[in-house]
């Protein structure tokens, strides 16, 4: 079974940075997307960025361009957001998700995503 675990939430101030890391187990990802998602109370669950397994392809959201970086290790079978010049509107709860895909389209909907970590929370203090 496949299993996403997160890490690397925490509290910052605005302007700083942190660096999430997600886990997969029972999987070693090859044909996927694997993306970053985050939820602020009373909004709906956006995306963030994600990336395409094979090629690197990355996309991300308009709002965090040129701000966050998603990355793979592959040896690792990890996946990592290093987020910068963070804003309080960054705040939220960010889950990694993984989308078993063979499309080179990195996918952005979150209905596409079949496995999701349990989350880990984002705040960023102004």
């Known amino acids: 079974q496949v299993q996403l675990v997160e890490s690397g939430g925490g509290l910052v101030q605005a302007g700083g940075s942190l660096r999430l890391s997600c886990t997969a187990s029972?999987?070693?990802?090859?044909?996927?997307?694997m993306g970053w998602f985050r939820q602020a109370p009373g909004k709906e669950r956006e995306f963030v960025a994600a990336?395409?397994?094979?090629?690197?392809?990355?996309s991300y959201a308009d709002s965090v361009r040129g701000r966050f970086t998603i990355s793979r290790d592959n040896a690792k079978n990890t996946v990592s957001l290093q987020m910068n010049s963070l804003k309080p509107e960054d705040t939220g709860v960010y889950y990694c998700?993984?989308?078993?895909?063979?499309?080179?389209?990195?996918?952005?909907?979150?209905?596409?995503?079949?496995?999701w970590g349990q989350g880990t929370q984002v705040t960023v203090s102004s």
């Open positions: 990336i395409d397994w094979n090629s690197g392809t990355t």
């Open positions: 029972g999987r070693t990802l090859s044909m996927d997307h």
């Open positions: 998700a993984l989308n078993p895909s063979r499309s080179s389209h990195v996918a952005r909907a979150p209905v596409l995503y079949n496995y």
